[in-house]
T-cell receptor, first 112, second 109 residues
Framework: DAGVTQSPTHLIKTRGQQVTLRCSPKSGHDTVSWYQQALGQGPQFIFQYYEEEERQRGNFPDRFSGHQFPNYSSELNVNALLLGDSALYLC???FGSGGEQYFGPGTRLTVT | EDKVVQSPLSLVVHEGDTVTLNCSYEVTNFRSLLWYKQEKKAPTFLFMLTSSGIEKKSGRLSSILDKKELFSILNITATQTGDSAVYLCAFYTGNQFYFGTGTSLTVIP
């Protein structure tokens, strides 16, 4: 049983560029949440997708957007990248919005 | 504003010691509290607590929630070097998860 997978593992982008990160949830899970984790900090909630719609959103600007596909996989898009967007981006899946969340290995994004 | 505070920020102990990690929270709509262990990248799920006063155990780890005093503790007995990690607590409000900054635990042989 595959757990949560994310791609790519690492990514280097330049300020102003756009990036797309991908996540496949654990088998049997229908909800995907995205988090940003800066060095030395806890994960910060970006948003959550269920039934292909954004259901909850944290305090992140509209430059952060997402999508969920019929197979429950999800994408996180960040436009007009800033240096401060450099972080580990974690995807977590669950069955339902408040259930036990299982995290993927993350994508390390570096913006130069 | 909803927030969660963990203490201590870091801890160094010897193998075999027992440690207690603390998590206090201020939240308007509490649904559940979760504990995670983060070693390198992905946090791994440890416990989810929804009811006050009921201890959850898994091997040498145990956790309890006090909804009146708004805190939770994570105990690790007979620590091993493999317990070295950052321990995160998070609470769920029904809208989103709020994570603390974590407690960094180092277990030395």
């Amino acid at each position: 049983d595959a757990g949560v997978t994310q791609s790519p593992t690492h990514l280097i982008k330049t300020r102003g560029q756009q990036v797309t990160l991908r996540c496949s949830p654990k088998s049997g899970h229908d909800t995907v949440s995205w988090y940003q984790q800066a060095l030395g900090q806890g994960p910060q909630f970006i948003f959550q997708y269920y039934e292909e719609e954004e259901r909850q959103r944290g305090n992140f600007p509209d430059r952060f957007s997402g999508h969920q596909f019929p197979n429950y996989s999800s994408e996180l898009n960040v436009n007009a990248l800033l240096l401060g967007d450099s972080a580990l981006y974690l995807c977590a899946s669950s069955f339902g919005s408040g259930g036990e969340q299982y995290f993927g290995p993350g994508t390390r994004l570096t913006v130069t | 504003e909803d927030k969660v505070v963990q203490s201590p920020l870091s801890l160094v102990v010897h193998e075999g010691d027992t440690v207690t990690l603390n998590c206090s929270y201020e939240v308007t709509n509490f649904r559940s509290l979760l504990w995670y262990k983060q070693e390198k990248k992905a946090p791994t799920f440890l416990f989810m607590l929804t009811s006050s006063g009921i201890e959850k155990k898994s091997g040498r780890l145990s956790s309890i929630l006090d909804k009146k005093e708004l805190f939770s503790i994570l105990n690790i007995t007979a620590t091993q070097t493999g317990d070295s990690a950052v321990y995160l607590c998070a609470f769920y409000t029904g809208n989103q998860f709020y994570f603390g900054t974590g407690t960094s635990l180092t277990v030395i042989p």
